[in-house]
């Protein structure tokens, strides 16, 4: 019994705390009420496709609609070939095509939420990576109408998080507020990243771990997200995200 205590304390004061103190906070924020009245429109992130001649890819995360905003991110991709006119920019939604292309302006607000950038690339490492990038897209085994659900997954953030894991050379995992993530396509239980340095192992994202270089050592509960990142120091705070350099 006091283990089952200990055990509870625990799960208490580092999942359940910030997610209510984020959902307290979110409450009381001035944000739209619907996404009829939510700001969609560039948020002046990205410079001119026409004044930025070489390839460039970019992993954008933004706060999510609703209540649900206090603990969850949406994410996107966006790759730009060298000379390219324009962006392209993909999003996994749960309406209409699942996997969107140039659905929004590519750094555009999400339900009103500036974007933060989880990392870019650019130059000649991003034109070898974009073709990477279209085939892990292409591969996502979520792509038709209805192959969306909104939690534990296969969601938004289950789609980056599939690309993320195909082409590890991006360097980066979702933040931990990116609920879904953890969800493996296809059920698996079990994942292992291209290049072998990461690990992943879950209960259909509702439990689970990851380690590795890129996740650091995390653990999983509900699609909430507690962890340390040593290569970048840095604590990961369930509905927060990373605090750290």
């Given at each position: 019994?006091?283990?089952?205590?200990?055990?509870?304390?625990?799960?208490?004061?580092?999942?359940?705390?910030?997610?209510?103190?984020?959902?307290?906070?979110?409450?009381?924020?001035?944000?739209?009420?619907?996404?009829?009245?939510?700001?969609?429109?560039?948020?002046?992130?990205?410079?001119?496709?026409?004044?930025?001649?070489?390839?460039?890819?970019?992993?954008?995360?933004?706060?999510?609609?609703?209540?649900?905003?206090?603990?969850?991110?949406?994410?996107?991709?966006?790759?730009?070939?060298?000379?390219?006119?324009?962006?392209?920019?993909?999003?996994?939604?749960?309406?209409?095509?699942?996997?969107?292309?140039?659905?929004?302006?590519?750094?555009?607000?999400?339900?009103?939420?500036?974007?933060?950038?989880?990392?870019?690339?650019?130059?000649?490492?991003?034109?070898?990576l974009i073709p990477k990038i279209e085939k892990a897209i292409a591969d996502y085994p979520y792509a038709t109408p209805g192959a969306y659900r909104i939690w534990p997954g296969p969601n938004?953030?289950?789609?980056?998080?599939?690309?993320?894991?195909?082409?590890?050379?991006?360097?980066?995992?979702?933040?931990?507020?990116?609920?879904?993530?953890?969800?493996?396509?296809?059920?698996?239980?079990?994942?292992?990243?291209?290049?072998?340095?990461?690990?992943?192992?879950?209960?259909?994202?509702?439990?689970?771990?990851?380690?590795?270089?890129?996740?650091?050592?995390?653990?999983?509960?509900?699609?909430?997200?507690?962890?340390?990142?040593?290569?970048?120091?840095?604590?990961?705070?369930?509905?927060?995200?990373?605090?750290?350099?």
């Amino acid at each position: 019994m006091k283990l089952l205590r200990n055990v509870l304390v625990l799960f208490l004061v580092i999942y359940l705390m910030p997610a209510l103190a984020s959902a307290g906070y979110w409450y009381i924020k001035d944000r739209p009420h619907s996404w009829r009245e939510a700001n969609w429109k560039s948020a002046g992130i990205l410079p001119a496709a026409k004044d930025t001649p070489q390839a460039t890819i970019h992993i954008f995360s933004a706060a999510t609609g609703g209540m649900k905003g206090a603990v969850a991110s949406h994410a996107w991709i966006v790759t730009k070939e060298a000379n390219a006119a324009g962006y392209n920019r993909y999003d996994k939604v749960g309406w209409g095509t699942p996997v969107r292309k140039n659905g929004y302006a590519p750094d555009a607000y999400w339900y009103s939420n500036t974007p933060r950038v989880v990392v870019s690339v650019s130059g000649d490492e991003a034109a070898r990576l974009i073709p990477k990038i279209e085939k892990a897209i292409a591969d996502y085994p979520y792509a038709t109408p209805g192959a969306y659900r909104i939690w534990p997954g296969p969601n938004s953030n289950t789609f980056v998080a599939h690309v993320l894991r195909s082409v590890p050379e991006l360097g980066v995992v979702l933040p931990p507020d990116a609920v879904g993530r953890d969800y493996l396509p296809e059920g698996r239980l079990f994942a292992l990243d291209a290049d072998g340095r990461d690990v992943h192992a879950t209960l259909y994202g509702l439990l689970g771990v990851s380690a590795g270089l890129r996740s650091g050592l995390e653990l999983h509960i509900m699609g909430l997200v507690a962890g340390v990142d040593l290569m970048r120091p840095a604590i990961k705070i369930p509905a927060i995200g990373r605090i750290g350099i």
